[in-house]
């Protein structure tokens, strides 16, 4: 599924910095507020030292009357190991296509493998300037109508992030991706370029409340003359965190957050024609720390999707609901 939420993005090899003030966009490319970025107290150890954290997560999604009756469920595990300047990442995550969990079965799903570093150049008060490289090998299993996989496509990224602050209280920041996929994208449904990125401004009232605006683009284009597939979205996205520290087990974090869409549209081939669509969502996500390095991560989001240049026979308005719910521990 295309839509998610910002749990799994919690997982990437970002700078605290920009796990904090980034506050939560589309996770497996992607990179958020993480379960533990901005609460881990490791942050504060030695970082000449190793510092390892392991991790799984479930992920539902639904639309509302959609034939995945049940919704899909996707597992993660995940490991991440820093350090000095270093974050390493690996995970596993499998998707569902065509599910149904009463009956047991589903059509097509796909195993996806995922090795990233990210290296921090600066970081300091005033700037903060990473890169991060990514490879991901997606392994697609067909079951519907005596279907084969082409064979496996694969990812590679290149994604700087940064942050200006501007005042004590107010800064810049953000993130941009660039994906290549190569191998089988047409026979497994991939673009051959996609473009993702975040940015915006975070101003912090004090220690416990902070407001994040962003502006969210994410573009996927052919190589050559083929329009199939290609789409583009733009949103205007607001986080606002707040962070308690009332338990003696460790720090919490609620982050309720928005996201309005500002242009979206889908090239249907079969139509010949950009078929637009208007997202309204509203989610929360809750972050709390456990003794001895556990720490645990719930979220929920509901969306209204409005559907234009559709098909006569095609919904106008879906619903949408995704959760995820994570654990993880740091030593």
Known sequence: MKKTGLL???LLPLSSVQAVETAALEPHQDTTLSTD????????????????????MIETENVEGQGDKDGAFEPTVYLNMSYGKWDIYGSFYQEDQGVD??????TDWFDQYELDGHYQFIDDQDYALGLM???????????????????NTQRYTIQPDWRVTITPKLSYNGWAALFNYYNHTEGNGYLDKELEGETGLKYAFNDTVALQVNYYLKRGWNLGDSQRGEYAQQEVRAYVPLTFNTWSAGATEVVPYARRTLDTYHYNEDRGVREKETDTRFGLLLNQELPHGFAVSLEYAYELQLHDHIADDAAGKTKYHYTGVGISYSF
Request: aromatic share 12%; hydrophobic share 25%.
């Open 8 to 10: 799994l993005g919690l």
């Open 37 to 56: 970025a901005a609460l881990d107290s490791s942050e504060n150890n030695d970082k000449n030292q190793w510092r390892k954290k392991i991790g799984a």
């Open 101 to 106: 969990y009463s009956s047991q079965n589903r």
């Open 133 to 151: 490289l990514g490879f991901r090998n997606y392994v697609w299993h067909y079951e519907e109508d005596g279907k084969n996989s082409p064979g």
